[in-house]
């Protein structure tokens, strides 16, 4: 596995608490992905960067925040979470863009009481 | 925006069988397609992938073909062994090297 980590591994939280989760890569990869995973839906993208503090809206990326201060680190917060952000995360490194491949961290499984 | 049907949603075949996984997709500038495969609890991990200038691609036992003109591209797996079953994503990046939109997956078991 390409070297990515993701922390929290696993989270609950209540409804209206703010939640960030960090994806670490070792790779020197240019693109992040922060991803959600959601029976019936695939994997659907929130937000992306392209390089540092560059970063790009999703198709489901109400909600969520991103930010990239550093190549190897990319977190995704939640500001004030609802039940409907109950997920799988996923992040995901690219090292030439969205048209080449893209490895996956191992998730992090968020729940919204 | 690039949308990605996936058929069929679960797929149940018999060991050394084969298994054939198709996708559809919409925008006609889409030029890169991968397929992931998913193990219960694990990340997706790529399996093969297949860019808009070849027909078809092969790995060992999975192959990939793709129809531009119908826009389609399908996964095939012979002599399916038990440790293929996981969920199969397929996925297409938009024209011009945009984001990838992915299927919602193909639930592969195989039995013995």
């Known amino acids: 596995d390409a070297g990515i980590t993701q922390s929290p591994r696993h989270k609950v939280t209540e409804t209206g608490t703010p939640v960030t989760l960090r994806c670490h890569q070792t790779?020197?990869?240019?693109?992040m992905y922060w991803y959600r995973q959601d029976p019936g839906h695939g994997l659907r993208l929130i937000h992306y960067?392209?390089?540092?503090?560059?970063?790009d809206k999703g198709e489901v990326s109400d909600g969520y925040s991103v930010s990239r201060s550093k190549t190897e680190d990319f977190l995704l917060t939640l500001e004030s979470a609802t039940s409907s952000q109950t997920s799988v995360y996923f992040c995901?490194?690219?090292?030439?863009?969205?048209?080449?491949?893209?490895?996956f961290g191992p998730g992090t499984r968020l729940t919204v009481t | 925006g690039e949308n990605v049907e996936q058929h069929p949603s679960t797929l149940s075949v018999q060991e050394g069988d084969s298994a054939v996984i198709k996708c559809t997709y919409s925008?006609?500038?889409?030029?890169?397609f991968p397929w992931y495969k998913q193990e219960l609890g694990k990340r997706p991990q790529l399996i093969i992938d297949?860019?808009?200038?070849?027909g078809e691609k092969k790995d060992q036992r999975i192959a990939v073909t793709l129809n531009k003109t119908a826009k389609h591209f399908s996964l095939h797996i012979t002599e399916t062994q038990p440790e293929d079953s996981a969920v199969y994503f397929c996925?297409?990046?938009?024209?011009?090297?945009?984001?990838?939109?992915f299927g919602t997956g193909t639930q592969l078991k195989v039995e013995l």
């Open positions: 995901a490194i690219s090292e030439k863009g969205h048209g080449y491949e893209q490895y």
């Open positions: 996925a297409a990046s938009e024209g011009g090297g945009n984001k990838l939109t």
């Open positions: 297949i860019r808009s200038n070849v």
């Open positions: 960067s392209y390089g540092v503090k560059d970063t």
């Open positions: 790779e020197n990869h240019r693109y």
């Open positions: 925008d006609s500038a889409s030029n890169y």
